[in-house]
């Protein structure tokens, strides 16, 4: 810590404190950049970075000419991170690539990684930020800081907004598919089962990943309602 008479220069704790009331930029620039596709643009690159303006160029919705600079600033705070790799260039111009983070935020149906685009932009979406606002009520009222904030809990709200319903299926199959494919690689335990049923099992990723490759298996996924009504059928289900 540094001074000049009583004045703080420097202060760590203060700093951090600080770090951690802002911390909310980053979870918030990862979704401006799902939003927008620019991990897919960037991996598509063939591994040339791109600038802001040559990432803008292959985002039809981009015109202002605030546009460059504000994307300049959300790269630069998520490369500080890892997720992109700034490189300088003549005229210091700034270029963007792709790190071992960014594989998990690629979409295209390329993608060997286990991609969670999905589940950032679940957890960022209106209705859950919404939430964080009423976790204080979790400890003044004990009440469930969801149903605070929505009047009912998180499962019923699924079933009566569309929206929100296909973004929290969307961030379940993404992180279903991306574990079970390493379980059934390394789990030896279905060897002999002849009928599964999956509890809460969603639209069944979850059972599709195992039934493809235990094939003697039937499965029942075992869910809600409005949650079975938009679940695909897939050989092997009862």
Not at 34 to 60: R, T
Request: with cysteine.
């Amino acid at each position: 810590m540094g001074s000049l008479g009583s004045m703080v220069l420097q202060d760590d704790d203060r700093l951090r404190i600080m770090e951690f009331g802002t911390m909310c930029g980053i979870p918030s620039a990862l979704n401006a950049v799902i939003k927008l596709g620019i991990p897919d643009i960037l991996s598509s690159s063939q591994d040339a970075p791109l600038s802001s303006a040559e990432i803008i160029a292959q985002i039809p919705a981009c015109g202002s000419s605030g546009s460059g600079a504000n994307l300049d600033r959300i790269l630069r705070v998520l490369s500080s991170v890892g997720v992109f790799q700034e490189s300088l260039h003549d005229g210091g111009i700034r270029k963007y690539g792709v790190t071992p983070l960014c594989r998990y935020l690629v979409t295209n149906p390329s993608n060997s990684g286990l991609p969670l685009s999905s589940w950032v932009t679940l957890n960022q979406d209106v209705v859950f930020m919404k939430t964080w606002e009423f976790l204080y009520q979790s400890v003044t009222t004990g009440a469930d800081p969801f149903t605070a904030a929505h009047g009912k809990p998180v499962f019923d709200l699924t079933a009566n907004n569309p929206r929100f319903r296909g973004i929290f299926d969307s961030a379940m199959s993404d992180n279903s598919n991306a574990y079970m494919r390493l379980v059934v690689e390394a789990y030896d335990g279905f060897q002999g089962v002849r009928t599964l049923v999956d509890v809460g099992g969603g639209i069944g990723n979850s059972l599709r990943v195992i039934l493809g490759r235990h094939q003697g298996i039937k499965g029942i996924n075992f869910d809600l309602p409005h949650v079975i009504s938009k679940a695909p059928d897939f050989p092997g289900t009862l």
